[in-house]
């Protein structure tokens, strides 16, 4: 699930042993990350606009 921070706060991320970018990141939801969602620590992001890439092919088209 991807989460970012509310009211620019601070938030730990102990898997990747820093802070949450205001941006937001992709996170395995846990007890640690369901316990900062009922907090209103955090917001999920869900509609967020996947970019796709364009597959180049060997004759470069």
């Known amino acids: 699930m ?3 921070p509310v009211s620019n ?3 730990y991320d102990p898997d990747n042993g820093d802070y949450l970018p205001l941006c ?6 846990n007890q ?5 969602l009922a907090n209103n620590d ?3 992001i869900t ?5 796709q ?3 180049v092919t ?3 088209n």
């Open 24 to 29: 937001g990141r992709n996170v395995e939801f």
């Open 42 to 44: 955090v917001v999920e």
């Open 58 to 60: 060997k004759d470069g």
């Open 9 to 11: 706060k601070q938030i």
């Open 32 to 36: 640690y990350w369901a316990r900062r």
């Open 2 to 4: 991807i989460i970012k």
């Open 53 to 55: 890439e364009k597959k």
């Open 47 to 51: 509609n967020i606009k996947v970019k």
